[in-house]
């Protein structure tokens, strides 16, 4: 069985991860989808096991933080953020945990598991590479191929990024404060609608960053 091991799409589905998904048989998502129209999306290609990221907000309340199933012969638990695991997987039978949430690449075994990440193939963080697993699963054993999709930056944020980037985050920091909407923030401070996003999602997904953090996880 060939099967795409992906996470942290975050609302975008690149072309390159669609050429993955074609004649894969099942997909396995380990969460922060974001949007429901990405699981959609996805489940035109093939079946998606997918678990509930911390991204996924009242539409997801259906999807479940945890999955165990069973594929060619093995046990596999997955969930989004691999420390809120039970710590008694193996004696229950457990073979592979899948995971997510960190959007770096993880291919280890820990106390007779197989542990897998296969990092994010959506929206770059910072400089990390975006990646994701092809798997293929049968007869009680599992081949695992890391993907790694190049990066490249869009036109529209590239052309959006002005020369006082300090000032201008310092700016959407405090349209935060002030419960803004991403496009409010755009048009306030006069910058893209994708930037504005970007600063937003680092300043809410890193408590306490200031904004020289943020200027420097956006490789600035």
């Not at 922060?32 to 997918?50: M, Q, T």
């Not at 165990?68 to 046990?75: P, T, Y």
């Not at 995971?99 to 280890?108: A, E, I, L, R, V």
């Not at 401070?189 to 420097?216: A, F, M, Q, W």
């Amino acid at each position: 069985m060939r099967v795409a091991i992906i996470s942290d799409t975050h609302n975008m589905i690149r072309t390159e991860l669609k050429a993955y998904l074609e004649g894969c048989e099942l997909i396995l998502h380990a969460g922060d989808i974001s949007k429901p129209e990405i699981l959609d999306a996805l489940k035109s290609y093939a079946p998606v096991y997918v678990v509930r990221g911390n991204n996924d907000r009242q539409w997801a309340e259906e999807i479940p933080y945890t999955l165990r199933f069973e594929l060619g012969g093995i046990s596999f638990f997955m969930i989004h953020k691999v420390h809120e695991r039970p710590q008694d997987l193996r004696s229950q039978g457990v073979d592979v945990v899948i995971y997510g949430h960190t959007h770096k690449y993880d291919d280890h075994e820990e106390d007779g598991m197989r542990f897998l990440n296969p990092g994010s193939c959506g929206p770059r963080r910072f400089t990390q590479p975006i990646t994701m697993m092809i798997a293929e699963i049968g007869d009680g054993k599992i081949e695992v191929e890391k993907i790694e999709i190049p990066h490249t930056p869009t036109k529209t944020l590239v052309k959006s990024m002005p020369p006082d980037m300090p000032i201008i985050v310092s700016r959407v920091v405090r349209d935060i404060k002030r419960n803004k909407s991403v496009q409010e923030i755009a048009d306030r401070n006069g910058i893209s609608v994708e930037l504005s996003k970007l600063i937003c999602r680092l300043y809410l997904t890193h408590p306490g960053i200031d904004v020289d953090g943020i200027v420097r996880k956006m490789g600035l």
